[in-house]
């Protein structure tokens, strides 16, 4: 049983006295299914609001950088994670209209 409140609202199902193992394994899976759509679907919010923004901002600063100007490591991090979203977004549009 979790003691901690916190964890009981993220996993209310191991909140509970009973220990089918099956049924906890089943609903741990769509918790973990349940959290990663609602991570794509924020992503996508995101994107769909503010895409062009930040495909400005990757412009701006890939002209400062071919300029000869000095990219941050940070700021690369932060673009190839925005990059690898947009190609896997993409890459998963191409592939769902495929299959129809």
């Not at 190839?80 to 977004?89: G, K, R």
Request: negative net charge.
């Amino acid at each position: 049983m979790i003691e901690d409140v916190r964890l009981q609202a993220l996993y209310p199902f191991l909140a509970s006295k009973r220990r089918d193992e099956n049924a906890i394994v089943t609903m741990l899976a769509e918790s973990v299914a349940g959290k990663a759509a609602h991570h794509v679907s924020i992503f996508a919010s995101f994107f769909t609001t503010h895409g062009e923004d930040v495909a400005a901002a990757a412009r701006t600063i890939a002209g400062t950088y071919r300029k000869g100007g000095r990219c941050d490591v940070a700021i690369y991090h932060i673009l190839w994670d925005l990059m690898h979203t947009l190609l896997a977004n993409d890459r998963a549009r191409l592939a769902d209209e495929a299959a129809e």
